[in-house]
């Protein structure tokens, strides 16, 4: 499920509602959004953007992910500071209602390789490998862009705690 920028709660009602369907009970729902975590691992309780009645990480938290027993991972992006990888990162896990764990990740490189308005991100990829056992992800961090020539392909693959790992579904 996608939410936009800083929903509002007639849409985070709607989500709620959706993933509530007794047609999707058994069912492990991935959900996409913004403004959600911050580099301190943290939900983000508020913005300074002009928006009516935003709902951000903390807010979209309690109101859907947390009551929601089949949510199952939260994506998220907006973070980040020019030429520094932690700052455009975050991971967590918390507990919902049912208690089963939610696996919660930000990723967000675009201020890298030049800040703002530089090289875009340096090409960096999240790669996310699903294991067969159902419950297994292995995280990689990988730059195409590196990748490409013989003079920096020992850069493409990031290679910290934060950048390779692998994590449990509940």
């Not at 709902?55 to 859907?64: D, R, S």
């Not at 699903?130 to 990031?158: C, E, M, N, Y």
């Amino acid at each position: 499920m996608v939410l936009e920028f800083a929903p509002h709660d007639g849409t985070i009602a709607w989500a709620k509602e959706v993933v509530n369907k007794p047609a999707y009970a058994e069912h492990r729902v991935v959900l996409l959004t913004h403004s959600y975590l911050n580099a301190k691992n943290e939900h983000i309780e508020t913005e300074g953007y002009e928006v009516k009645n935003p709902n951000y990480g903390k807010a979209i938290w309690e109101k859907l992910v947390k009551p929601s027993k089949n949510i199952v991972l939260v994506f998220s992006g907006h973070i980040g500071a020019p030429d520094d990888e932690k700052a455009h990162i975050a991971f967590r896990t918390d507990t919902n209602a049912a208690g089963k764990k939610v696996q919660q990740m930000t990723f967000n490189a675009q201020a890298l390789g030049g800040g703002w308005h530089g090289n875009g991100g340096d090409g960096w990829l999240r790669i996310l490998e699903f294991l067969p056992d159902g419950k297994t992800i292995k995280v990689k961090t990988f730059s195409p862009l590196f990748a490409i020539s013989p003079a920096t392909q020992h850069l493409a693959w990031r290679s910290k705690d934060y950048d390779d790992f692998t994590f449990q579904l509940d």
